[in-house]
């Protein structure tokens, strides 16, 4: 009888182990996204001049026209985008972006 409360216990404790392991994994995830969401609510508004000066090196003409549609389009996608993040950071997929890069900055944090 000791045996199988021995089995039994070490069967719980790793269930225990593995099923901490996983919720701290989603809490990060859903911390990312309420990250990300955040950034990019409050700061879509940045993807216009940095469109129109990535698009200005190449041609000046070119920045004034399709930069600044581009910078936008761009700044109102990623401002939903980061607002739907924002307020869905519980439901998963947690970790896969929207948008590329992250944030008009890079990478979250």
């Given at each position: 009888?000791?045996?199988?409360?021995?089995?039994?216990?070490?069967?719980?404790?790793?269930?225990?182990?593995?099923?901490?392991?996983?919720?701290?994994?989603?809490?990060?995830?859903?911390?990312?996204?309420?990250?990300?969401?955040?950034?990019?609510?409050?700061?879509?508004?940045?993807?216009?001049?940095?469109?129109?000066?990535?698009?200005?090196?190449?041609?000046?003409?070119?920045?004034?026209?399709?930069?600044?549609?581009?910078?936008?389009?761009?700044?109102?996608?990623?401002?939903?985008?980061?607002?739907?993040?924002?307020?869905?950071?519980?439901?998963?997929?947690?970790?896969?972006?929207?948008?590329?890069?992250?944030?008009v900055f890079g990478d979250t944090p």
């Open positions: 009888m000791k045996i199988r409360e021995m089995v039994f216990a070490t069967v719980m404790a790793l269930l225990t182990v593995g099923l901490l392991t996983t919720a701290v994994t989603a809490a990060e995830d859903a911390g990312k996204k309420f990250t990300r969401g955040a950034i990019n609510a409050t700061t879509g508004w940045a993807e216009l001049p940095y469109q129109v000066a990535t698009q200005t090196s190449d041609n000046p003409y070119r920045g004034m026209t399709y930069g600044f549609m581009d910078g936008v389009s761009r700044g109102v996608q990623r401002t939903l985008y980061g607002t739907w993040d924002f307020l869905t950071f519980m439901v998963p997929p947690s970790d896969k972006p929207v948008m590329q890069p992250e944030t």
